[in-house]
Structure formats: C-alpha cells, structure tokens
C-alpha cells in the first residue's frame, strides 16, 4: 500500500505501542488509517476497536474482513469491533453472570406510575436522562456518583435542560427505581453505558483500545475508555466535528480524552480524499490545516435564487432542522420526485394515512380525496402530509400505481437529511438548505445581554468568563462545528438554496 506521511507517522506510532491522539478532519480517511494500523500489531495482542453506533461497526467489520482476505504479509491482531454500547452491555453480563433484560421503555413505564400529564410527563422524562447522563446517582442506590445527588445539583441540571425543577422530586424517584431494576438485570441503553461504570460493571481488558469519532465521547465514554484500556489507547476523532453535546457528549471531549494518559503522540489526518479544492479553500478559516488531496476535484459553490433538486441518489438536501425537510419532502412528493428521508419513512407513512383514509382500501378515490382533505384541515400541522397524499392519487390513474410509487420511493432518489443525521456520509452535489437556520435560533438567545451593565466603568477583568457566557460559547461553537459537518459532505458541488425558491 502507498501510505501519505500522515498515515505513516499513525500506522508507525502503533506499532511502537504509543498512546495516539489524532485529528482526523472531514473526509481524510481515517477508517482506512485505522483498519490498516492494525496490521502493524502482533496476533497475540488483544484488540478493541470502540465504533460510534452499529452502522460504522458493520461497516468496519466488512472492511477489517475484506483487508484480512487479500492481506499477503504477516499475521495481525484480530480485533473485537462494538460500539460502546455494546461494550457496557457486555461488562454488565459480565458481572451479573449472565445476559441482562434489554427493556428500552422502562424509564417510560417508570414515569406513567407517576400519573403526571402531557408535558410534565415529558420534561420527568427528559430530566431523568439528563441526570442519568451526567452521572447523578441518588443516594442510598450505591455506586459512584459523578455528580451528588443534591436539591442544587437537580435545580441545576433542570435550568440547563430548561425544565421546572419541581419535576425533581418525581424524576428522583424514577431515577432511583430505574437503578433498582438494572440491579435486578433489567436495563436500557443508557443503562449499559451509566451502570456499568458507576453502579456495577466488570469490562474486559485489552491491549490496545482504538475509540473512532473520539469527539463525540461523553464523561461515562471516557470511564469506559480508561476500564478497558489495558496499556495502549488510539483515539481518533476531529474537534470541528464535535456536534452531539445536546444529547450529552462532552464538547471538549478530544481535550479531555487526554487525561486517560501521561503522554501521548499527537498525529493528524489533514488531507482530505473527499473534498473538492473549492470547499477545502472555505473551510480553511475554521479549520487552517484542511487541505486537498492532489486528485481531488476542483468543485463548485453557488448561492441559487431558483432551483430544483437533481442528481438523484448522488445528492442529498441537508438542513440544520428538520421541519424545513419535512415541508420539502412532501413538495418533492408531490411532483413525483422520490425522496430518501434519513430517519423517516415518507413513503410508508402517506402509505398508512391512505390505509386508515380509505378504511383499508374499501372507499372510492373521491371520498379518499375528500377525507384527507378534512384530515388537514382538522390537523394543521399535518397539512402538508393530507395535501401530499391528495397529489400523489391524482398524480396516478389507479391506486396501485400510487402505492407502488410510495414503496419505491427510496429507489434511485435524493437523500434529505439533518446535519447531525448525515455525519459521516457523502454525496457528489450537497444542497445545504436554509443556511441561515445556522446558527439556531435557540443558540442566539442563550447568548448574555451585559450591555450598559457597567455604565461608564470597565469592566471587570473575569468579564465574559461567566458560566453562562462559556454555555453561550460552547453552544455557538457545536454549531459552527454543523455547518463545516454539512458543507463536507460533498464530493463535488455545493449549493445553498433557500425552501421558498424550489422551483
């Protein structure tokens, strides 16, 4: 294999046996770096490779098979690929000697013995696994508590959550059932990664431990991380792409990943293979040392007035929201435009409107027609799926042909999805819809109104240093981290387009 010297100096490290950190920037092949550093590890080494969700495991499965296949050199380590997830799972049978009870609703059962209604349910949810993540254990369950279990430390994470801190006493109690329960065996999935580092957990040793997307790691990952991580750790992963703190990575985590060691060799992956010259070149003033592979395609960006999707299964639409592509997918739809909704089935559910509509396909068209009609006008937030539904059965001389057209909606069509949703994904034209939806509007707010505050006085030398000014800070820069994700998706061209000019 002909390796760049960045990948030389990654596949060199490990085989000295250091503990590696590297940024890996957008498109830069770092599971190609990670795959084939494991050739340069003995097969009597115990290998780890921590995957991000089940997905980038499969797919490192395949590839760490494929490599092994046509590989003609000496032997090499055989890895252990799972997400971290599965890693918990696997520590807690472990210990428990036997396979715990997968219950992925019991923090919902758990609450509706509360009788709380409609949004309280939902915010005692919600509060719940906010303080779960953070590592609050309440007091007389055991284990050790990353966070104690006080009135202030409720109130607090309530206020970041934005949630009535009175529902901490109902969602204290849950809490504290839920940890009864994975005692007894019965856990979720935040179970496997919360229980097994702080209430109960024995997790295999490995020599060598790689942990891919290392930004996205959250305070727990990093438990786990450091229980399993026998001598050597790998950790790759890229700052600028740092985008998951909502749902409870640390926004440091490549920073903070570093304490798991005394000494590290830092190592980068700055040429990108996927990238046109053109989107390397604007990127450069958020990420200095992005640059082009010497094959990469000159590309294009343009800011369109008017516009229509094409390139079918080669380009996808991707928006801050999801909202925006949920009203344009259901305008694609209804000119026959077949849409791949990462995370939704469109197709499947105008589908069961049409079912439940036609009273399972006993009513003529027209009184089809005229009940979704009514249905959007009794649902006005369900307005765009009736008049979707309407389109798609006048767009077809029989019903058949319609259902058929839904069916095969994701065949040969473009892809639409959230920025957080295509991370790690790629396509030749990318369309970033709504670019101005970044930053968000709930970003903007958090930001501290100090003016006239100090009057005609300085002020003081911590100004700017206030827990709510690094929250501000720390938000703006996740989102500033998404827009780089979106725009590095392309192969080729990027445009920015706006929903009220889809022509």
């Not at 590696?20 to 009597?44: D, M, Q, Y």
């Not at 949920?326 to 105008?350: E, M, T, W």
């Not at 930001?447 to 206030?466: H, I, Q, R, T």
Request: charged content about 25%; glycine content about 6%; overall charge neutral.
């Amino acid at each position: 294999m002909n390796f760049t010297p960045e990948q030389e100096a990654i596949l060199d490290a490990v085989s000295l046996g250091d503990n590696c950190h590297v940024e890996a920037l957008a498109g830069c092949a770092k599971s190609f770096t990670i795959r084939h550093s494991l050739t340069r590890i003995p097969p009597n080494r115990q290998v780890f490779i921590g995957a991000f969700n089940k997905k980038i495991k499969e797919e490192m499965e395949k590839e760490v098979a494929a490599l092994r296949a046509e590989w003609t050199g000496p032997a090499f380590a055989e890895p252990k690929i799972m997400t971290l997830n599965g890693l918990g799972h696997k520590a807690i049978a472990t210990a428990l000697r036997r396979q715990p009870e997968l219950d992925t609703d019991k923090i919902f059962k758990l609450t509706k013995e509360t009788n709380l209604k409609k949004q309280d349910f939902s915010d005692c949810m919600a509060l719940v696994k906010a303080a779960r993540m953070a590592g609050l254990i309440p007091k007389g369950t055991g284990g050790r508590a990353l966070i104690q279990d006080t009135p202030e430390a409720w109130a607090e994470i309530a206020d970041a959550e934005d949630i009535d801190p009175i529902l901490a006493t109902p969602a204290r109690e849950v809490l504290k059932k839920s940890y009864t329960l994975a005692m007894q065996g019965i856990i979720d999935f935040d179970d496997q990664l919360v229980v097994s580092t702080l209430l109960f957990g024995t997790y295999p040793k490995y020599d060598v431990l790689f942990v891919d997307e290392a930004q996205d790691l959250s305070p727990i990952n990093h438990m786990q991380v450091r229980n399993a991580a026998k001598s050597q750790i790998i950790a790759v992963g890229d700052s600028h792409q740092a985008i998951y703190a909502w749902r409870g990575a640390d926004s440091n985590s490549m920073r903070n990943i570093r304490s798991l060691r005394d000494a590290w060799t830092d190592l980068t992956l700055s040429v990108t293979f996927r990238c046109p010259s053109t989107v390397v070149r604007r990127q450069q003033s958020y990420v200095p040392n992005f640059r082009a592979g010497p094959d990469n395609l000159q590309g294009s960006i343009e800011r369109l007035t008017e516009w229509h999707p094409e390139g079918g299964s080669n380009s996808a639409i991707l928006c801050r929201n999801n909202a925006p592509l949920i009203r344009l997918a259901f305008q694609l739809l209804r000119s026959q435009v077949p849409v791949n909704y990462l995370g939704k089935d469109i197709g499947a559910n105008l589908k069961r409107l049409y079912v439940k509509l036609s009273k399972n396909g006993k009513l003529e068209l027209d009184t089809v027609r005229a009940n979704a009609l009514a249905y959007g006008q009794q649902n006005p937030d369900k307005i765009d799926k009736a008049d979707s539904l309407i389109a798609v059965l006048e767009s077809f001389s029989d019903v058949d042909s319609a259902m058929k057209f839904l069916g095969d909606a994701k065949k040969n069509s473009i892809t639409l999805a959230t920025g957080h949703k295509a991370k790690g994904m790629e396509w030749n034209t990318v369309y970033h819809l709504n670019q101005w939806l970044i930053p968000s509007k709930w970003v903007k707010e958090m930001e501290p109104d100090d003016s006239g505050l100090y009057g005609d006085d300085e002020p003081p030398a911590d100004y700017g240093k206030s827990p709510a000014w690094e929250r501000y800070r720390s938000a703006l820069a996740q989102e500033n981290n998404l827009r780089y994700v979106i725009e590095t998706r392309t192969k080729d061209k990027l445009r920015f387009v706006n929903l009220e000019n889809l022509q």
